[in-house]
């Protein structure tokens, strides 16, 4: 990998978040399945629908570059997501491990509100105006998506949880 201009750098981190949300789409059902909390299998669909929203603006993207969309393996996102696998194989109290499902979608977030508030003020800076819309529209969808499973982890996990 090479990094001459910030041009190069946009195209490899649009490249890795390709990557990341297109595995995002795949991880989703299994988390949603494997939630036994109403509202964090709701909270998981939903977000499904918009992560392929998000698959779709970051195709917008590519093309506004003139570029064609290809991955970048995103080995951070294959980390978070090992995370939320061995959270939906654990044993004991469901609502415990619905806070641990929790957990590792949170860390998910986090790394996507990260990495599209990176690419938007890549894309601010190399005056591509459009395309920073585009990319703040999905990373204030990352923000509510945050906000949406605090809540449901305060209000309908942790709250029916002992704290034992």
């Given at each position: ?5 910030l ?8 490249q ?21 909390t109403r ?14 929203v998000?698959?779709t ?16 393996t995103?080995?951070a996102?294959?980390?978070l ?21 929790i ?5 998910v977030e986090?790394?996507?509100?990260a990495s599209?508030?990176t690419l ?20 204030d ?10 809540s ?10 002992g704290?034992?």
């Amino acid at each position: 990998m090479t990094f001459e201009t910030l041009n190069d750098l946009f195209l490899e981190q649009t490249q890795d978040l390709y990557d990341a949300e297109s595995r995002l789409v795949e991880a989703l059902p299994k988390m949603a399945e494997g939630a036994k909390t109403r509202e964090l299998q709701q909270a998981f669909r939903n977000h499904l629908k918009e992560t392929k929203v998000h698959v779709t603006r970051l195709e917008q993207v590519f093309e506004a570059i003139d570029e064609k969309p290809k991955k970048k393996t995103c080995h951070a996102m294959k980390g978070l997501l090992k995370e939320g696998e061995e959270a939906l194989e654990a044993e004991g109290d469901e609502r415990v491990r619905d806070a641990a499902l929790i957990a590792a979608a949170q860390r998910v977030e986090h790394y996507e509100i990260a990495s599209y508030g990176t690419l938007r003020a890549l894309a601010e800076h190399l005056d591509m105006p459009d395309v920073a819309k585009l990319l703040q529209q999905t990373l204030d969808e990352e923000g509510e998506a945050d906000k949406k499973l605090t809540s449901i982890c305060e209000e309908n996990v942790l709250a029916k949880v002992g704290r034992a």
